[in-house]
């Protein structure tokens, strides 16, 4: 199995990114696949997941500003991020498990090796 995260950038705040995780190895359209991101110094936290239904979860961080999209025949989550800050620089993974869309790291079996956001200010 192998996910692999692109579009990471270096970004004024109020612009705007599209992050991508392909992935491989697994039946994809089986699986629900989270977005999480670690700033320097602190834990890493989610961002957003999508199920394999197509519903999505947000954190509080997320809403109104994040999207999150599937694209099944090309095996790819995507993550759109609007009007970002200089809060939202951190390395952003992506990561897939065999079940529900949630937000708890420990539920996500398989991870990608990360991209990073810059947004300066």
């Known amino acids: 199995v192998r996910l692999v995260e692109s579009g990471g950038a270096l970004v004024e705040a109020g612009g705007s990114l599209r992050l991508s995780c392909a992935v491989s190895g697994l039946v994809f359209d089986k699986y629900a696949v989270g977005w999480f991101r670690q700033a320097p110094g602190k834990e890493r936290e989610g961002v957003s997941c999508?199920?394999?239904?197509?519903?999505?979860v947000y954190t509080d961080s997320a809403k109104g500003r994040f999207s999150i999209s599937r694209d099944n025949a090309k095996n790819t989550v995507y993550l759109q991020m609007n009007s970002l800050k200089p809060e939202d620089t951190a390395v952003y993974y992506c990561?897939?498990?065999?079940?529900?869309?949630?937000?708890?790291?420990?539920?996500?079996?398989?991870w990608g090796q990360g991209t990073q956001v810059t947004v300066s200010s």
């Open positions: 999508i199920a394999s239904d197509g519903r999505t």
């Open positions: 990561a897939a498990q065999d079940g529900r869309a949630t937000m708890n790291l420990d539920d996500y079996e398989f």
